[in-house]
């Protein structure tokens, strides 16, 4: 029935007469009122689809070495300097003590599980040295 109203209406706005305030209004607030339904059903639309989403991917909960990586070194490091041609690690020792040496740089005073925590995550996003079993 609104559509058809709508319609009228619209019709009467367009024809060569002049139109009143009232029926501009009246026009609009159709025209709204629809605009207004279709965002409404197109968000619910994209969260029904996020929520689909999230049950299909749980969240991890982030390492120690993560969040001391991403808190104290991200700063300075990009990927970048994990995968450029003169990179100083080549293997998970060397990978320890390269935390080690920056850590100390930094002055940040890391115990060694922390060393290990760091040198863990990064071996597992950029490096994949093999694991000591």
């Known amino acids: 029935m ?3 109203h709508y319609v009228f209406l ?8 002049p139109v009143s305030r009232h029926k501009l209004s009246r026009i609009a607030a159709i025209a ?3 605009i207004l339904r279709r965002s ?4 619910l639309f994209v ?6 989403a999230a049950d299909a991917q749980p969240m991890r909960d982030a390492t120690r070495g993560e969040l001391l990586y991403s808190t104290h ?7 970048q300097v994990h995968w450029r041609e003169k990179k100083l690690v080549t293997d998970r020792a060397s990978l320890q003590a390269e935390v080690r040496r920056w850590q100390g740089v930094s002055g940040l ?3 060694n599980e922390d060393i ?7 071996n597992a996003l950029y490096y994949r040295y093999p694991t000591p079993d």
């Open 116 to 122: 290990a925590e760091v040198a863990r995550y990064l």
């Open 109 to 111: 005073g890391w115990g």
């Open 2 to 4: 609104a559509r058809r």
């Open 47 to 52: 969260l029904s689809g996020n929520l689909a």
């Open 32 to 34: 709204g009122n629809a």
């Open 10 to 17: 619209r019709k009467q706005a367009l024809s060569t007469k």
């Open 73 to 79: 070194c991200i700063a300075c490091h990009s990927a």
């Open 40 to 43: 409404i059903l197109a968000g």
